[in-house]
């Protein structure tokens, strides 16, 4: 009896974890479609997969790129066997990051967007208006800026602010405004509204100012000429304050202030 109860409650559960896969699987989809037919750019047929198999395929990537370059090298026998002792270890300070990061809603590691379908992440996401929608378009406009030729932050450097800043931001500020006409529910955004990391706040402002000064179509550039632009587009107060330090020193241009 006490088991079957617990059977009982557990069932609906998984069931809306899959439910949850399968409606992320159906959106993405619908706004490939739309997102394509909107910017004219084919983005081909990226994966809907569990975050659960992040940490895994990011491992192995990392294992490949290892292998591949001891390959190159003609360095045979080391290389290969300490990426095959690393393996488990990259994996599971993987999964420990990932147990920290529980809040993340979405993952793009080129060709798979992964979907988060803990209970804590599905509640908060189902609740709020075009919620899945959103992060759905949003791990699509990563997609977006890799098929316009962006490069994103790679696996084996280091991590460039600035570049992690102009790629967050692309992906807000496109599925806050660009394609905020795509959703089933009219909404309108804010400043506010976004989500709280620097990198979001500070890049959807400079993509903000953009396309304030070259209209919306320099969005499709942005990935390939983010650098130019960034240096020769003014940066106005909120971006300074948005910005972290970090950010800032990645910053090649000058900064300008204005009253
Ligand atoms: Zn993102």
Redesign the pocket.
Known sequence: MNKDCKNNIKMPELLTRKQFLKESREKAEHYKHKIEKKTGVDLGEPGIKNLNWHAFDFAKEILEIELLGAYEKKDFLINPFLSFAAFPLTLSILEIKHFFQKNTRAI?LSPNIYINTRKKVREPVLSEKNGLDKTMV??LS?VLWEKLGGELNGISEKGNERLSMM??GF?TYSAKFWFSDLYPIKQKHYLTDYWGLPDYQAGALRMMRFTEEYGEDILLKVPTQWRELDEKTMMLEPELLFSSEKQLKAFKGHIDYEE
């Open positions: 793009y949003h791990e990563h790629v967050e992906a």
